[in-house]
């Protein structure tokens, strides 16, 4: 059989060549980073939980007309998605202060926020993705200011679906990033969601007790990561509600 080439190997994924021109195909990894990768661990099983929590999200994205670059799940850690040309930009939604906004602006983390804040962060391990304004976006070309209206506009769809959805299984979308890539058809383009939704890109809090069931159960050492996500899939229906987290977690096909 012949090997795959490698497109891209990030901290939590690796890209290949898609089987077909203009495909790639997605390999999700075990490996848990924070605080810019000066964190890692190795946690069985996350790979498979975020492609599948994954796979759902962006599948309800693509059933309501939010376009995403999903095609189809290979296999337990692998999904088809159309390459694109990535915006270098994390647009993040916050609804609730938490995380770095609480402590910029000297908040009380989980403070409801009087409407969803949109920002941009320039996408560079290097310089630790910082915080940028459209202005520094449009004076260094990297989005037209109708890319960047597009991109609020599904962010903020995106913001919509996912807190209706946590909100029916008594969780609190508190926050979320998402990436954008560029498409065309010809001379025309368009904006579509890319990368992944899942735990590890946004912070989900229980409603009622405020337990954290997202990345900051790794970067705070509050518990088992795997459990965390278990549990976000078990509540959305993504893997059987009696199942438990033991090693590679067996999720439904």
């Given at each position: 059989?012949?090997?795959?080439?490698?497109?891209?190997?990030?901290?939590?994924?690796?890209?290949?060549?898609?089987?077909e021109p203009g495909t790639i195909v997605q390999y999700f990894k075990d490996?848990?980073?924070?605080?810019?990768?000066?964190?890692?661990?190795?946690?069985?099983?996350?790979?498979?939980?975020?492609?599948?929590?994954?796979?759902?999200?962006?599948?309800?994205?693509?059933?309501?007309?939010?376009?995403?670059?999903?095609?189809?799940?290979?296999?337990?850690?692998?999904?088809?998605?159309?390459?694109?040309?990535?915006?270098?930009?994390?647009?993040?939604?916050?609804?609730?202060?938490?995380?770095?906004?609480?402590?910029?602006?000297?908040?009380?983390?989980?403070?409801?926020?009087?409407?969803?804040?949109?920002?941009?962060?320039?996408?560079?391990?290097?310089?630790?993705?910082?915080?940028?304004?459209?202005?520094?976006?449009?004076?260094?070309?990297?989005?037209?200011?109708?890319?960047?209206?597009?991109?609020?506009?599904?962010?903020?769809?995106?913001?919509?679906?996912?807190?209706?959805?946590?909100?029916?299984?008594?969780?609190?979308?508190?926050?979320?990033?998402?990436?954008?890539?560029?498409?065309?058809?010809?001379?025309?383009?368009?904006?579509?969601?890319?990368?992944?939704?899942?735990?590890?890109?946004?912070?989900?809090?229980?409603?009622?007790?405020?337990?954290?069931?997202?990345?900051?159960?790794?970067?705070?050492?509050?518990?088992?990561?795997?459990?965390?996500?278990?549990?976000?899939?078990?509540?959305?229906?993504?893997?059987?509600?009696?199942?438990?987290?033991?090693?590679?977690?067996?999720?439904?096909?």
């Amino acid at each position: 059989m012949a090997r795959r080439k490698k497109i891209y190997e990030g901290k939590a994924k690796i890209l290949y060549e898609g089987p077909e021109p203009g495909t790639i195909v997605q390999y999700f990894k075990d490996d848990a980073t924070a605080f810019n990768a000066e964190k890692r661990q190795v946690i069985e099983g996350k790979g498979v939980l975020n492609n599948r929590l994954s796979e759902f999200f962006m599948t309800g994205l693509n059933a309501i007309g939010v376009p995403t670059h999903f095609i189809k799940r290979l296999n337990m850690r692998e999904q088809l998605v159309r390459a694109v040309e990535i915006i270098p930009l994390e647009i993040v939604v916050r609804n609730v202060a938490a995380g770095s906004l609480a402590k910029r602006l000297g908040m009380e983390e989980g403070a409801d926020l009087p409407r969803p804040i949109v920002e941009y962060y320039y996408k560079d391990d290097k310089l630790g993705d910082p915080l940028v304004t459209e202005e520094h976006i449009a004076a260094f070309g990297w989005a037209s200011q109708a890319d960047m209206d597009d991109m609020v506009a599904l962010a903020l769809r995106v913001n919509d679906y996912l807190s209706g959805l946590m909100y029916g299984v008594g969780i609190k979308l508190v926050d979320f990033k998402i990436e954008v890539g560029r498409v065309y058809d010809g001379d025309f383009q368009r904006l579509i969601v890319a990368d992944e939704i899942s735990p590890d890109s946004c912070r989900l809090w229980d409603m009622e007790t405020g337990k954290k069931l997202d990345k900051d159960v790794f970067r705070r050492d509050l518990g088992n990561l795997a459990d965390a996500y278990t549990e976000v899939a078990q509540r959305l229906g993504v893997m059987p509600k009696q199942a438990t987290q033991m090693g590679k977690p067996r999720l439904i096909n």
